[in-house]
Each structure stands twice: as C-alpha cells, then as structure tokens.
C-alpha cells in the first residue's frame, strides 16, 4: 500500500479527531492572524490620514511671526504661502460654537499646489471641514463668525505686550465644505479646519503680503533677507549709524551676540541700547511723568551703576543738580501674571543737552509711538492721564521719544529684561573709538560708513545667523507624520496579548486531540508493524497527517483571521471608538 493510500485512508477514519486538530489549528491561525491584520489596517489608517490631509506638502516653513509670502515664490520648486492661526467659529442661524479650530488662509496658490477641484475662497468666503460643518450644521450661504487673535510679535511677558482684547471677529459668508480638507495638526479625529482668503485674513491682521506658513515639497530655504527673521536693519541720519532692531522690539541673547560678534570682525563697534518707559521720575515732590529711559554703556550713560543723567528738559523740570536723590517709578511683569510697580533710587551724575539722545533710541510701539499726542497713547498698561500737563505734551510734540534720561545698562538690564531678552536694540558705529557726536570729524567719519559699512554688515550678519535660531524653521512635516503614524501603541500586538491565553488554549488542545488520536491508533501501529512497516515510515505517515492537517487548518484559518479582524475593526470604529480616538 502506497503511503498516500494510507494517509488518504488515514484522514478520512479517523475525521472525528483529525477535526478537532484542524479546528485548534485554525483558531490559532485565526486569532494570530487577525491581530496582526487589525496592526497593520490601523498603522494603514493613520498613514492615509497622514497623506490625505497633508497632499502634496512634504515641508512646512514655519516662523512665530510674519516674513515674505514672496519667499514661496523664490522656493524651487514653488511652494504655497498661507497664514495659519487657531480660532472659533460661531453658526450665524443656529449660535452653535466650535473651539479649537484650525484657520488657513489659502488662495489660488495653494489650491492649485494641492490639485484641489474648484477655486480659493474670495473676499468674505469661508469654507468649512466637512466634519465641522456637519457639527455646526452649516450649509452654503449661512453666517459664519470667525474669532481669530489679534497679532502682535511683541511678546505678552514683556510690559508693551497686549494681554487684553487678543482676539478680532470676522463674520462671513460660507460658500461650501472641503471634503478633502488640509491640516497641519497631528491628529486622528476628524479634521476641524477653516479656510479664508488670504488677502483678506492678510488685512485683517495687518500683515499685508506676509504670511507666517509655507508648504513646500522641499525643505531648502532660499536667500532669506534679515526681514524675513523679523530683523530691521536701518542707516539713522540724526546719530548716523546704523540701528538693529527687531520686530518683536525685544533683541534676544542670540542675536545679540551676533549682531556683537558681526560687528567685531568687520572692525565695527556695537552699542547695546535699552530703552523703557518709566511711569514717573521724581526728586521730592517734583515729578516728570511717563517718560522714556535708556541703557547705555558709554556715553551721555553714567559712569556708575546708581547713577542716571538728566537732559536739561527733565534737570530743569524737577529742579535737579548734581548729586540730587531720583526715584524712578515703573511697571513691570511678575511671574504672577500681574503688574508690579517698582521703584529704584539713582544719584544725578550729570546734565547733558536733548540732543545728546534722540528719538530712534526708542523701538516702535503700537498704541504709544505713532500717537499725535500723549492723551491719545493706548498702551497695554494702566495710564493716569491726570498726570500730563501742558509741557509734557510739548515735549511730545517737540521730541516725542526722546529719553529724558540715561542710566547703566548691565543694572538696567537685570531689572527689565525678560527670558525674551534685555535689549531693544543695537547701533553700529565705524570705528571703536568714534570722534564726538556732531562734530566736523564725526560727520566726515559717517559720510562714506552708511554707503559702505550697511551691505556690508546686512551680508555679514545674514551669513551668521541661522534661520533656525531666530525662530524661521523648516519642518519635514510629512516624514514626521508618517513616522508617528507607525504609532506608539501596536494594536496588533495589544491584539495578540489579549488574545494569548486563546491561542495556548487553542493549541494546546490540538496537541492533545493529536496525542489523543495517536494513543487509540495501538492495534492500527501493531498491525503496520506485523506487515513491516518500519517504526520510521509509520512515524512518517503521522507527521505528514499532521502537516496536511495543519495546512488544512491553516488555510481555514485565513478566513478565520478576517472574520476575526473584521469584527475588531468593527469595535474599533463603533463600541470603542471614544477610546482610541
């Protein structure tokens, strides 16, 4: 008798048992097979999630503040500018509200970087995230009143950062839901998002042609200008030189540094200046209110650290000499959250002319410095209009930020600065040793330094400065994504462990229905074994009867492991949706 004959015969006498080992293999293949099916459709859901809600954006530059929306433009290959902020909408027709919303402003430019059907929202248009219109229960042509912050690169730690009234409503038309909406934010929930036109979230933001996001699909920056840092760079004509500040009117440490650094290789000198607006300067009862004070290391600065130089305005106002007590009266932040006045002493140490300071020493504020008047300053800090009198508004008039006095930088900068940094901005002068300020020699001195030394020192210091540093980041956004979509949780496994006690339990009783078969099969050996069978052959014709059945229940199995995955997807989706997310 062939050995195919007896396995055939084999299998079919013995069916009762051999389908107790086939159904064991099978709920083990099942049950491991499915687990690993749920692992890979949920790392395959979140990769689709991930693709789907990125497009065709690889890259993300990214900055805190605004720069050129021309930078996309400069990008090879071209990318597509956008503004993109948090916010909240409101229905119109129903008042329902949603938090937590994503606001794009996109145009054409990103419709088509996308290969999105239709056109860009225009004018007051919004578009909602089918997911957040269903929420709402919005439809075409209902109100939408958008509530976006109001921007400022002035941060809110430092005293001129506004900390009320930081957001600004739109109301606007909806023209329809995206289906297949864009996002940035990693997330698995479905998409909350708004889009807006850009020109039109440009304007109500006051960034007109700037924006604060580029998709790209490419991370390589182009020539970024000093601009796009939020870096200002500008030749003064009063003092003649050239003044660094930043559009946050905060200079940080690292740019600090290299501005410094910069300045020294080019055989310049840099001259730190803080500038900060004192509530009252007071000797007695004589008090000059409201008035700007700036740090300096050399001169019309005094020599020592308690010590503070009036101009002959404030010397005369208060009736100072030389000697005098001050008390210097200011705001400023506390880790509390709330607003400190302080006071500190100073010894006149000198008088010195207006004119040994000017305005430009002081950065741009909104609210203070572009008022007509000091009764129509709007600053984000308590003001006692009470305290102006007629000759201070002449001062304004007259010298508007003038400081009225100077004190030692490094002990003003311990009682001022903040994590953001401790100046407000830099003045680069030619030489380390520059003649006296209005004097024939100083002026020839100037003359060829704004000509020659600006470029100059614009390249040198555009070349030091990493983008990354002052906050210009570009972001491989999708790598990242798809790599956080493999996910910190394997279901699959999760799926395996919950299941390991079956899948023991499922082989084990294969084992022994086998045994068991084997054990009753006594006379059936002894017969083989009488006819000739040799102990090898009839150990082979059992393995092969449990490889066939192994096999057998192997490929019952696969259709176990769907059935199984299937139903845990189902859970997944429905009975245990809120939590997985």
Same mark, same amino acid.
């Given at each position: 008798?062939?050995?195919?004959?007896?396995?055939?015969? *084999?299998?079919?006498?013995?069916?009762?048992?051999?389908?107790? /080992?086939?159904?064991?293999?099978?709920?083990a293949?099942?049950?491991?097979?499915?687990?690993?099916?749920?692992?890979?459709?949920?790392? #395959?859901?979140?990769?689709?999630?991930?693709?789907? $809600?990125l497009? *065709?954006?690889?890259?993300?530059?990214? $900055?805190?503040?605004?720069?050129?929306?021309?930078?996309?433009?400069?990008?090879?290959?071209?990318?597509?500018?956008?503004?993109?902020? @948090?916010?909240?909408v409101?229905?119109?027709?129903?008042?329902?509200?949603?938090a937590?919303?994503?606001v794009?402003?996109? @145009?054409?430019?990103?419709?088509?970087f996308?290969?999105? #059907?239709?056109?860009?929202?225009?004018?007051?248009?919004?578009?909602?995230?089918?997911?957040?219109?269903?929420?709402?229960?919005?439809?075409a042509?209902?109100t939408?009143?958008?509530?976006?912050?109001?921007?400022?690169?002035?941060?809110?730690?430092?005293?001129?950062?506004?900390?009320?009234?930081?957001?600004?409503?739109?109301?606007?038309?909806m023209?329809?839901a995206v289906?297949?909406?864009?996002?940035?934010?990693?997330?698995?929930?479905?998409?909350?998002?708004?889009? /807006?036109?850009?020109?039109?979230?440009q304007?109500e933001?006051n960034?007109?042609r700037?924006v604060?996001?580029?998709?790209?699909?490419?991370g390589?920056?182009?020539?970024?200008?000093?601009?796009?840092?939020?870096?200002?760079?500008?030749?003064?004509?009063?003092?003649?030189?050239?003044?660094?500040?930043?559009?946050?009117?905060?200079?940080?440490?690292?740019?600090?540094?290299y501005?410094?650094?910069?300045?020294?290789?080019?055989?310049?000198?840099?001259?730190?200046?803080?500038?900060?607006?004192? *509530?009252?300067?007071r000797?007695g009862?004589? $008090?000059?209110?409201?008035?700007?004070?700036?740090?300096?290391d050399?001169?019309?600065?005094?020599?020592?650290?308690?010590?503070?130089?009036?101009n002959?305005?404030?010397?005369?106002?208060?009736s100072?000499?030389?000697?005098d007590?001050?008390?210097?009266?200011?705001?400023?932040?506390?880790?509390?959250?709330?607003?400190?006045?302080?006071?500190?002493?100073?010894?006149?140490?000198?008088?010195?002319?207006v004119?040994?300071?000017?305005?430009?020493?002081?950065?741009?504020?909104?609210?203070?410095?572009?008022?007509?008047?000091?009764?129509?300053?709007?600053?984000?800090?308590?003001l @006692?209009?009470?305290?102006?009198?007629?000759?201070?508004?002449?001062?304004? *008039?007259?010298?508007?930020?003038?400081?009225?006095?100077?004190?030692?930088?490094?002990?003003a900068?311990?009682?001022?600065?903040?994590?953001?940094?401790?100046?407000?901005?830099?003045?680069?002068?030619?030489s380390?040793?520059?003649?006296?300020?209005?004097?024939?020699?100083?002026?020839?001195?100037?003359?060829?330094?704004?000509?020659?030394?600006?470029?100059?020192?614009?390249?040198?210091l555009?070349?030091?400065?990493?983008? #990354?540093t002052?906050?210009?980041?570009?972001?491989?956004?999708?790598?990242?994504?798809?790599?956080?979509?493999?996910?910190?949780?394997? &279901?699959?496994?999760?799926?395996?462990?919950?299941?390991?006690?079956l899948?023991?339990?499922?082989?084990?009783?294969?084992?022994l229905f086998?045994?068991?078969?084997?054990?009753?099969r006594?006379?059936?050996i002894?017969?083989?074994?009488?006819?000739? &069978?040799?102990?090898?052959?009839?150990?082979?014709?059992?393995?092969?009867?449990?490889a066939?059945?192994?096999?057998a229940?192997a490929?019952?199995?696969?259709?176990?492991?769907?059935?199984?995955? #299937?139903?845990?997807?189902?859970?997944?989706?429905?009975?245990?949706?809120?939590?997985?997310?």
């Open positions: 008798m062939r050995t195919s004959t007896l396995l055939a015969r *084999n299998l079919t006498w013995y069916w009762r048992t051999n389908l107790a /080992v086939l159904l064991g293999v099978a709920t293949t099942g049950v491991l097979g499915g687990a690993a099916l749920v692992g890979e459709s949920v790392r #395959a859901s979140l990769r689709g999630l991930v693709l789907e $809600r497009g *065709n954006a690889d890259f993300v530059v990214a $900055r805190a503040g605004f720069f050129r929306e021309e930078l996309a433009e400069e990008m090879r290959p071209a990318g597509a500018p956008l503004i993109s902020l @948090d916010g909240l409101a229905h119109g027709p129903s008042g329902r509200r949603a937590g919303i994503q794009y402003g996109v @145009d054409e430019r990103f419709w088509k996308q290969g999105l #059907a239709g056109s860009a929202p225009r004018g007051r248009e919004i578009l909602l995230s089918g997911a957040l219109a269903r929420e709402l229960g919005a439809a042509n209902d939408i009143l958008l509530r976006i912050p109001k921007f400022s690169a002035i941060p809110l730690e430092t005293l001129h950062g506004r900390k009320e009234d930081l957001g600004k409503t739109l109301r606007l038309t023209s329809g289906q297949r909406p864009f996002s940035l934010r990693a997330q698995q929930g479905d998409v909350r998002a708004v889009y /807006v036109s850009l020109a039109h979230l304007r933001v960034q007109p700037r604060n996001t580029i998709i790209a699909t490419q390589k920056l182009p020539a970024l200008s000093l601009a796009d840092m939020g870096i200002r760079l500008r030749p003064l004509e009063g003092p003649q030189c050239l003044s660094l500040e930043t559009d946050s009117a905060v200079i940080s440490n690292t740019l600090a540094y501005a410094s650094r910069t300045a020294q290789s080019l055989g310049l000198r840099a001259q730190p200046v803080l500038s900060y607006l004192a *509530n009252a300067i000797i009862a004589h $008090r000059v209110p409201y008035s700007v004070v700036t740090a300096l050399t001169a019309p600065a005094p020599t020592a650290d308690d010590g503070i130089v009036l002959q305005w404030a010397a005369a106002d208060l100072a000499t030389v000697g007590t001050v008390d210097l009266d200011y705001f400023v932040w506390k880790p509390d959250g709330q607003l400190h006045t302080e006071t500190s002493k100073f010894h006149v140490e000198r008088v010195v002319p004119d040994a300071g000017d305005r430009d020493l002081t950065p741009d504020y909104p609210g203070i410095t572009e008022s007509r008047s000091l009764r129509d300053w709007d600053p984000p800090f308590p @006692d209009l009470t305290r102006i009198r007629p000759r201070d508004e002449e001062y304004w *008039n007259r010298y508007r930020t003038t400081p009225k006095a100077f004190v030692r930088l490094s002990p900068r311990s009682r001022w600065g903040t994590r953001f940094g401790s100046l407000t901005s830099f003045r680069i002068f030619p380390a040793h520059p003649p006296a300020n209005g004097s024939v020699a100083f002026q020839a001195a100037m003359t060829p330094f704004v000509g020659a030394f600006f470029p100059a020192y614009s390249d040198a555009r070349a030091a400065l990493d983008p #990354a002052m906050g210009l980041t570009v972001i491989p956004v999708k790598a990242q994504s798809l790599e956080a979509a493999q996910g910190a949780t394997d &279901f699959g496994e999760y799926f395996v462990y919950f299941s390991f006690f899948m023991v339990s499922a082989l084990l009783l294969t084992g086998f045994r068991l078969g084997i054990e009753q006594k006379r059936e002894g017969i083989l074994r009488a006819l000739g &069978f040799s102990a090898s052959k009839i150990r082979a014709v059992f393995l092969l009867e449990g066939a059945l192994a096999v229940g490929a019952v199995g696969i259709g176990v492991a769907l059935a199984y995955g #299937a139903l845990i997807l189902l859970g997944l989706r429905t009975w245990w949706f809120d939590a997985v997310g």
